[in-house]
């Protein structure tokens, strides 16, 4: 693991932000190929977030498993600070995962992670995107039977 991934994954920001004055490349994979900006998402690690991104991180990483997005991973593990501080920085909210079609979105849903759904909502994630299963974020809401993220995505519709 480089120490750039091991500070982040201590979310010791004071550590990232005195290795990248030191040289250390924000966008080094470590030995399982994670980037830190995935992993730092994933991890809810907003203000290592935005240092990264301050610091030249590629908002394109991509996790190695899923070749899923930072925005992706902070959707799955309802990290809502993390999503607002990507889409912030430009992320691309309505990429899909190269294996199951998923937005962000769809993995928020996924998860039933009400405040990154509503984060996304309010940032305009695509509604009539569909996974490779054919469902929409409102289709695959009411398949998990999220009610409350149903209405907020039919709410999200009438605007």
Known sequence: MTALMTAVNRNNVSLVHQLIQQGADVNEL???QDAPLVMAAYKGYHEIVKVLLEAGADVHALDPSMKATALHAAAYAGRAEAAKVLIENHIDINRQGPYNGYTALHDAIWQNNVEVVKVLLVANADLSI???EGKTPLEF???KNHKEIVAM???K???
């Open 141 to 143: 809401a009411r398949s």
């Open 153 to 155: 995505i039919e709410e």
């Open 157 to 159: 519709m009438k605007d």
């Open 30 to 32: 470590d030995s399982n």
């Open 130 to 132: 569909r996974s490779k």
